[in-house]
């Protein structure tokens, strides 16, 4: 019976989709029809969820032998010991890029597999369910860095959602594209939804705000895409040609913003619902926290998805909660987890053997071919929906110090910062990064090897050496075995480097992708940059 209504959801929706698509005549009521299609097929598709949720086990058997190819041993006990636990999953690879929505897509969504859809589909149904006025037509801005191509925004299935054009996201440089699609936010005063790839893009759109808002202003009253680093000619033309002069805009934002930032987006935005962001976990949660008692004061963040090896794996549906907790979709990968710490033996344990509270290292098969690949995250189990866990991403095992073995996890050498930046009056943490000392090669000088660590902090301009060697002090508190190799002689000191306003914008511009933040630099370049930014 339901595969039956399966057909008969799928079919209803993809024939409102195809006259929606056949109306272009009538942007509004085709905006309304294609919404309604989707929160019908996403209504469906969460049904559907709960079916999958109360057999993890059976959902996950399906989706690996759809992975394994034809005459294979195809259940996960003969899967296992045929494919030994593999190496890291490979970098930079992703989902594909998606193409525009046809019928036939939602048709297949209802009964096949197809995690961006499915994953979009849910997210515009959370979305709407939480915050009613979300999806008006044009009210989503989006900021967000993809160079070489056209982003693919959460809402993607919904493309009349957005006041930004796609072009915007895919100049060559990131300072260029978020000063772009920024401006055309601007223009959009009745804006329900701010949404970002990284919370790092929205801090530092926020951050060429504080200091550009004349230049700004300026553009919007004349309706000017004035020539900038990184933005081609034509390229700009093209862009300018969609701006309209609103002189009554640029003397909003002028009044604003003399009226100081905290609470800017609000204010420039006063029916705006809600921040959506692509990856707020981990210490990305630095800039959440500042943005959220600064300028996005009095707003809500959320996080939809679960992404990591360029798998969809994870959705978001509990938009009004503050801190991201993720529903893992039995049916988007084949998932093993490993415990946490780390076993002699490991041996991993299914989807639906996992207990609440613990650790998990994530063994991912996503794709044919790539079978048991290490995810290279930690996940906590923060509970259950149905058969399905509910996870918070903790850390990502790439990110650790070690120097000597001693391993200092991202997350915890984090709070150890947060710690010492308490001790110092008037400071604020706004963005950090650590290097190995056998990175720097012969520069280090004849010295044990040891961190050093480049901060960048609001209302402090320089740190006394007792307060410098407080997060030394702190690290030999919080973690032992580090303590009993710095007695020992073994590590050395800490280096702390204050670097200037700006450093880190232009580390994340030099990444070249955009990625979360790595709080542990492996790339000579990267170090070379950043340590021409020093200022103390």
Known sequence: ??????????????????????????????????????????????????????????????????????????????FRERHP????????????????????????SCWGTDPPLQGSLLYLDALCTAFPQSLAPRGTALLSWTPGHPCTPAGWPLPTL??????????????????????????????????????????????????????LA???????????????????????????????RAAELQAECAHGFEGIVQRLWPQLEVVVVGTAYGTEQLYCDALRKGDCKGLPFYCPFYRTAGALLGVNLWPEEPA???????????????????EEEPRTVLLGELWEGREYGLVLTARPGEYRCHAGEVLRVAGFHKQCPVVEPMRRESQALSVRGESISEERFFRSLCRTVGMWPGARLVDYVCVESALLGASSGACAPHYEVFVELRGLRDLSEGQRYKLDQCLQEDFPIYKSF?????IGPLRLHLVGAGAFARLREALGSPVPMPRVLREERLLQLIQNTVIS
Do not use: I, N
């Not at 020539?227 to 009554?248: F, I, K, N, W, Y």
């Open 1 to 78: 019976m339901l595969p039956a209504v399966a057909v008969a959801v799928a079919v209803a929706v993809a024939v409102v989709v195809t006259v929606a698509v056949a109306l272009p005549a009538a942007p509004a009521l085709r905006h309304r029809l294609v919404r309604a299609a989707l929160r019908c097929a996403a209504g469906w598709y969460r049904r559907r969820l709960e079916v999958l949720g109360s057999e993890v086990r059976l959902s996950q058997e399906r989706r690996l032998r759809r992975l394994l190819p034809p005459g294979t041993a195809r259940d996960s006990e003969a």
């Open 85 to 108: 636990l593999g190496q890291s999953c490979p970098d930079g690879v992703s989902e594909g890029q998606v193409t525009s929505l046809h019928p036939w897509a939602l048709l297949r």
């Open 162 to 215: 957005y006041c930004t054009p796609a072009e915007a996201g895919a100049l060559p440089s990131r300072a260029a594209a978020l000063q772009v699609q920024l401006l055309f936010a601007l223009r959009a005063r009745a804006l329900r939804v701010l949404e970002v790839g990284l919370a790092a893009e929205l801090h530092d759109a926020l951050a060429a705000l504080h200091t550009g808002w004349p230049a």
């Open 218 to 248: 300026q553009d919007l009253a004349l309706g000017r895409l004035s020539p900038q680093p990184g933005l081609p000619e034509d390229a700009r033309s093209r862009l300018q040609a969609l701006l309209v002069p609103d002189a009554t």
């Open 324 to 342: 991201p907790r993720f529903l893992l979709c039995p049916d988007w990968a084949f998932c093993e987890f490993l415990p946490w710490p780390a």
């Open 486 to 490: 710095r007695f020992k002689g073994s």
